[in-house]
């Protein structure tokens, strides 16, 4: 079987969004669709996925 689907039904700012931020979003206020910004701290799939810079020029194991 194949379906489509629309994502966002039934939610007015998901539904308006012509860019596609709705897609794969965080967290947000569901009364007014603002999104809730995410927290400044690293996450280690940040840490290990970013490329190497002249910082943290050699790999890094953590054990």
Request: hydrophobic share 35%.
């Amino acid at each position: 079987m194949h379906t489509i689907t629309k994502k966002g039904k039934g939610y007015a700012p998901a539904e308006n969004d012509a860019k596609g931020t709705w897609h794969g979003l965080g967290p947000y206020k569901i009364d007014s669709g603002e999104v809730v910004l995410k927290s400044r701290v690293l996450q280690p799939t940040a840490v290990f996925s970013a490329p190497r810079s002249k910082e943290w020029p050699q790999p890094i194991l953590i054990l």
